[in-house]
């Protein structure tokens, strides 16, 4: 194995950590090498094409995963070995030297009859097993261990499950229980879960079963799992015309139920298992070799070998790099944990809840040198042909005219809003005091009806009176219903709530909840960000929140608070602490902040902070420098420059991020954000948004992508 080591030189390089990162990752590179030599041998020795799509997967994957840990400029000066491995490969499987260990631990579980034992059998080409035709014949969990083509697979035999009912439901808990028991201290590589083609048909449903094993296991057995389909020579069914079906069509029909309830049981409607193809009848289709032949050409012991070894390699490989999630076929586990920098950089971009009390008082100061609206000479509004008249100048003096009034105008309503608000709150805390008789006649709003929401076509009634519709009673809270577009019908699709309130408890202080609940039969999820702000000393705040997210079948909850300091007038200094909580670990984290408003118009922002959890710890900070345009918050035009750091697990890795919104024209408003990391990923989003005619927007994307696609831009692009 070490003969394959890549040879670095080191160059005198004088920095011993620095050194042992690379011989780390020289080390690694050396034992995936290695790995894919064996791969590369085992792909030989079963007689399968490296050309199939499989192994290709399987070699992407690899090459991927090293990318990752091993880092691009290590794996380009050992590049050049990519067709080395392949001799090499080569060259050991032909001479037959060094001898290759390769072993894997196979689970199978199945309902009873099905050919579990069978199978075995036919993968060992001799009777290890008994089988029966009539009944049950497996009634303990059997060992048994072989050898095919030099590799070492040990199948663990188990009693056949009984279709499901109250009364077989002891004997199934009973025998999964004792083969949870029993591959406690040794779990098998791959699971194969077994079922009989020639009985699968639309009726089919054995849901319970199937929820039966992911309650034992649990759900992360599915990740594992090959779907074995015995008896896969049998008679094709006729269509409804006396023709026999298609056998792939029949295949993928029945594969694909079965899948269905799979992904069902894990809620992964993503979920791919890998499918086998079995026949063990004596007289099924033979080729020159003596190999089973399925009905499509397939040699199905050899297509097992294959997904066995990829299976197994990938896994290999995981531990090998120490990935915490798979790169197995599916993801190896259900439960993905929060990452550090990912948690951190939450954290540090801050909540939005205090954004209101700075429009706020960016709307009070008085330091405006607009003109007020009403103080305004009255403006004689043009009719369509009087404004075709106008010379084009004419016609841009008159519509800039307009556009300064608009604003002026929105400028007075936002504060006239704000001061209602003021005012009522105000009145409130006196009225507490001498009894609760304050009349809000004025603020009570009328019901108002939402516009209805875009639903997809579906089969139910076009009577429009059946659908759903959302009211605003009052101003304070906001609750409509969420469609599930996968849904199967409009009735069914809405399996969800989402609100919203923004309360003004008292003059200076706010509450803000957003949340969005959905609830189906199997699945419960919960998104939800809560939020109180207490305002003092002329803009100084407390904040504390509450967040609460599902994960799978996992609560992750953050508790965290916040407070800023107006020091000076143009100065902000804050901190902040987050804990987060994810079953039954935690993450706790802090961060320090300081605001300088440079006139009316740039502000800086620099924070600093880390996140630790899982015995590990991220550090980060990031400087922003903001540009409002000249009507902020009116026209919400802001342009921002953004540098970040992440430190984490020896690793440092620096970012820009860029991004400015305003407007193009008079009716053209643009997005632009942009960002890019120092591990050379990054992004570019595009968006416009206009109220001209839909061509004009058209041409606009066109052109903006061609742009891009001239200038050869990386990166995503999206534009709308
Ligand atoms: N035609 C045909 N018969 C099969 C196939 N697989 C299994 N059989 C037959 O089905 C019967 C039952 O097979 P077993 O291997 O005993 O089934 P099992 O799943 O181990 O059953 P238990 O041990 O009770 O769980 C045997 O007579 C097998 O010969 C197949 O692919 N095609
Ligand atoms: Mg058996």
């Known amino acids: 194995m070490d003969g394959h080591l890549p040879q670095h030189c080191n160059g005198g390089d004088s920095d011993q950590s620095h050194y042992k990162t690379r011989e780390k990752r020289a080390d690694r590179l050396a034992k995936i090498e290695s790995l894919q030599i064996k791969f590369l041998r085992l792909i030989r020795r079963i007689g399968q094409s490296l050309d199939n799509p499989l192994v290709g997967k399987v070699l992407y994957r690899l090459h991927l995963a090293t990318l990752i840990r091993v880092g691009e400029s290590e794996l380009k000066k050992s590049s050049f070995r990519n067709g080395v491995v392949r001799a090499i490969a080569t060259e050991e499987e032909a001479t037959g030297r060094p001898e290759l260990d390769f072993s894997f631990r196979v689970l199978v579980l199945g309902r009873t009859g099905v050919g579990k034992s069978a199978t075995i059998n036919s993968i060992f080409d001799q009777v290890k097993l008994v089988t029966d035709p009539f009944q049950p014949a497996t009634d303990e969990i059997e060992e048994v261990v072989g050898t095919v083509n030099g590799i070492r697979i040990s199948f663990i035999d188990t009693p056949g499950l009984l279709p499901s009912s109250p009364a077989n439901l002891r004997w199934n808990r009973k025998v999964l229980r004792s083969v949870k028991k029993f591959i406690r201290k040794n779990p098998p590589d791959i699971v194969l879960y077994f079922e009989r083609l020639d009985f699968i048909n639309i009726g089919y449903s054995d849901f319970p079963l199937l929820k039966l094993v992911t309650d034992i296991f649990g759900p992360a057995i599915w990740f594992n799992t090959i779907l074995v389909m015995t008896h896969s020579s049998a008679a094709l069914p006729e269509d409804g015309n006396g023709y026999v079906v298609d056998y792939e069509s029949f295949v993928t029909q029945c594969t694909n139920l079965v899948q269905h309830y799979i992904c069902g049981v894990v809620s992964n409607a993503k979920l791919e298992n890998p499918i086998l193809l079995v026949e063990n009848h004596s007289l099924c289709k033979k080729n020159t070799l003596g190999e089973k032949v399925l009905p499509n050409g397939q040699v199905w012991r ?180 969420v469609l599930d577009p996968q849904g199967w019908d409009h009735d069914v699709g809405f399996d969800g709530i989402s609100m919203e309130t923004n309360l003004d408890i008292r003059k200076d202080l706010q509450a803000t909840v957003v949340g969005q609940v959905s609830k189906e039969k199997q699945d419960f999820s919960i998104q939800s960000e809560c939020a109180a702000i207490y305002t003092y000393l002329k803009g100084s705040t407390v904040s504390a929140g ?175």
């Open 302 to 481: 050899s297509h097992f070998l294959l997904l066995c070894i990829c299976s197994k390699v990938l896994g290999d490989a995981n531990v090998l790099m120490k990935f915490q999630d798979g790169l197995q076929i599916g993801p190896a586990s259900g439960v993905r944990l929060p990452s550090l920098p990912h948690l951190l950089s939450n954290l540090l971009r801050g909540h939005s809840s205090s954004s209101k009390v700075e429009t706020d008082s960016e709307l009070n100061s008085d330091t405006d040198d607009d003109e007020d609206y009403d103080s305004l000479p009255p403006i004689r509004i043009l009719t369509k042909s009087q404004f075709e008249k106008l010379t084009k100048s004419q016609k841009d003096d008159y519509l800039d005219e307009l556009d300064y009034r608009e604003v002026l105008y929105l400028k007075k309503q936002l504060k006239a809003e704000s001061k209602k608000r003021r005012d009522y709150l105000n009145s409130k805390e006196a009225s507490v005091t001498n009894d609760d008789n304050y009349d809000n006649d004025d603020l009570a709003l009328e019901a108002v009806q939402l516009p209805d929401m875009a639903i997809p076509p579906s089969f139910d009634s076009d009577l429009p009176v059946h659908r759903y519709r959302c009211l605003v009673l009052n101003d304070q809270w906001l609750a409509r219903p």
């Open 546 to 720: 509450f967040d609460v997210q599902t994960a799978g079948r996992d609560l992750i909850c953050t508790v965290h608070g916040e407070t800023e300091l107006k020091n000076y007038k143009c100065n902000t200094t804050g901190c902040g602490i987050s804990v987060t909580s994810f079953g039954n670990k935690f993450f706790v984290g802090g961060k320090v902040e300081d605001a300088i408003n440079v006139g009316k118009k740039l502000k800086l922002v620099l924070n600093g902070g880390c996140m630790g959890g899982l015995g590990q710890v991220a550090y980060g900070g990031s400087i922003t420098a903001s540009l409002r345009g000249r009507h902020y918050p009116v026209r919400n035009d802001i342009t921002s420059l953004t540098m970040t750091f992440v430190s984490f697990d020896k690793e440092n890795v620096i970012g820009g991020n860029f991004s400015s919104e305003f407007r193009l024209s008079r009716d053209t408003r643009m997005s632009v954000s942009a960002n890019l990391n120092s591990r050379k990923m990054g992004q570019l989003l595009i968006r416009t948004s206009s109220s001209e005619r839909m061509e004009i927007g058209l041409i606009a994307v066109a052109s903006i992508i061609r742009a891009l696609l001239r200038s050869r831009g990386t990166g995503d692009l999206s534009a709308e």
